[in-house]
C-alpha cells in the first residue's frame, strides 16, 4: 500500500520566503561590503601569480641553458679514476620492508669504510624485533651495521639525527648520507655523489633529485658548523641546510641522481606530509628570518634572494595562490557580477606558470592537467 504526501500552500510559502531572504540579504551585502574585498582580493591576486611568474621564467631559462650547454657530469671530478683505485662491495634484498636497510647496506663503497646506522624511534616492539633481526642478517655478510633505538620520541625525527650523530663511533667519519625509512638509493649512489664533496671541501651537501623522494650525503663537519640537528619546526632538513648556507657551505644538485622512495600508503598520510611541506616552510621562515637578515658572512644579495625567491615566493606564495586565488577568489567573481577578471591575470599568467614547470620536468608533462586538479583539491585540505 502507497501512502501519498500533498504539500500544502503553507509550505510552498514558506520555501519561497526563505528563498527571497536569502536572495535579499545577499543584493543587501553584495555591493557595500563583498564587491570591495573581491576587488582588494583580485588586486592581490595579480601581483603575487606576477611574482611567480618571473621566478618561473628565471628558473626555466636556468634549466634550459644547463641542458642547451649540454655539460657532462664528473667532468671536474675523477669519478673513474677513484673507483679504479677502491674495491666495490654491492649487496641486494627485496622485501619492500626490507628495502632500505638493504639499499643502504649494498651500496657500493669498501666496506672499511662504509658504516650503516640504522636509526629506530618506533614504539612497536615487534616491528623494531624485525629491524633487528635485519640488521644482523647484514652484519652477518660482514656489513658494519650499528642498530640505535630510542625509548622516547623527543625532537621527532631531527631528534633521532641529533642523537644518531653524537654516538661516539661517528666521530671519525667525514660525511653522512641521510635516508628516510622509504628510500632505496641505487648501489652506485656513493659513487656519483661523494667526489664532489673530495675535491671541494666547500661542499656541505650533494643533492640527488626526485623519483618521489629526495636523497643527499652530508659533510658532517657543515652539520657541527650549522649547529647540528634542530626540531623547532618540521621541515628539519630544510632549516639545516638554510643554517649550513649562512655560515658559507655551498651545495650541488646531481640532476641526473634519482633515489626512489615509497609513496605514503594512505590518503590520510600522504594529506599530513602535503601539509608538513606545505606549513613548515612558513613556520621556518618565521624563526629563522633574523638570523637570515644578521648573518654577515654571505652577501646582502644571498640574503635578500633566501628572503624573497626561496621563502615567500616559492614556499608561501605558491601555496597561497593555489588555494586563495583559485578555490576562492575566481569561484567568488562567478557569483558577483560587479567583478570582472581579466584573461592574462584568469587565464595567460596561470597556464604559463604551469607550462614552465612542465619544462623543469618534461617526464611528467602528460600529467598536467591531473596535477592541476590534485593541487587545487590538496589546498583545500
Not at 504526501?5 to 531572504?21: C, H, K, L, Y
Not at 658532517?220 to 649547529?227: K, L, N, P, S, V
Not at 598536467?368 to 587545487?376: A, D, G, K, P, T
Request: charged content about 20%; hydrophobic content about 45%; glycine content about 4%.
Amino acid at each position: 500500500m502507497k501512502k501519498l504526501i500533498f504539500q500544502g500552500p503553507n509550505r510552498a510559502r514558506s520555501v519561497t520566503d526563505v528563498t527571497s531572504n536569502v536572495s535579499y540579504a545577499w543584493n543587501s551585502i553584495r555591493v557595500p561590503m563583498v564587491v570591495p574585498l573581491l576587488r582588494l582580493a583580485i588586486i592581490l591576486c595579480s601581483v603575487m601569480p606576477v611574482m611567480l611568474l618571473i621566478e618561473r621564467v628565471y628558473m626555466a631559462t636556468v634549466i634550459m641553458f644547463v641542458k642547451l650547454m649540454g655539460r657532462k657530469r664528473y667532468t671536474k671530478y675523477k669519478f673513474e679514476e677513484m673507483k679504479e683505485k677502491l674495491p666495490h662491495y654491492v649487496g641486494s634484498d627485496s622485501y619492500v620492508y626490507k628495502l632500505s636497510i638493504g639499499a643502504a647496506s649494498g651500496l657500493s663503497w669498501p666496506s672499511d669504510r662504509l658504516m650503516v646506522q640504522v636509526l629506530d624511534d618506533s614504539t612497536n616492539e615487534a616491528l623494531r624485533k624485525l629491524v633487528e633481526l635485519e640488521c644482523l642478517k647484514w652484519i652477518a655478510k660482514a656489513v658494519n651495521v650499528k642498530y640505535e633505538t630510542r625509548n622516547n620520541g623527543n625532537g621527532y625525527k631531527a631528534g633521532a639525527l641529533k642523537e644518531g650523530l653524537e654516538k661516539q663511533y661517528v666521530k671519525d667519519c667525514e660525511f653522512v648520507v641521510i635516508l628516510d625509512a622509504d628510500f632505496q638509493p641505487e648501489v652506485d649512489f656513493l659513487w656519483r655523489t661523494i667526489p664532489y664533496l673530495l675535491e671541494n671541501p666547500e661542499l656541505g651537501l650533494v643533492q640527488a633529485t626526485w623519483k618521489f623522494g629526495t636523497a643527499g650525503v652530508w659533510r658532517i663537519q657543515a652539520i657541527e658548523d650549522a649547529g647540528g640537528w634542530k626540531d623547532r619546526t618540521t621541515v628539519e632538513d630544510m632549516d639545516l641546510a638554510v643554517r649550513a648556507s649562512l655560515k658559507g657551505w655551498k651545495f650541488v644538485f646531481v640532476g641526473d641522481l634519482g633515489v626512489k622512495n615509497e609513496l605514503p600508503s594512505t590518503f590520510k598520510a600522504y594529506r599530513f606530509q602535503w601539509h608538513r611541506w606545505s606549513c613548515g616552510p612558513s613556520n621556518l621562515f618565521r624563526k629563522i628570518t633574523r638570523e637570515i637578515i644578521l648573518c654577515e658572512r654571505v652577501t646582502i644579495w644571498k640574503r635578500l634572494h633566501l628572503i624573497y625567491a626561496f621563502f615567500i615566493v616559492r614556499k608561501i606564495i605558491t601555496h597561497w595562490v593555489t588555494f586563495f586565488f583559485y578555490c576562492i577568489v575566481i569561484p567568488a567573481s562567478v557569483l558577483v557580477p560587479e567583478i570582472q577578471l581579466t584573461k592574462p591575470i584568469a587565464i595567460y599568467i596561470p597556464a604559463t606558470i604551469t607550462l614552465l614547470n612542465a619544462v623543469c620536468t618534461p617526464r611528467s608533462f602528460h600529467l598536467i592537467v591531473f596535477w592541476i586538479l590534485f593541487e587545487s583539491v590538496m589546498s583545500l585540505l
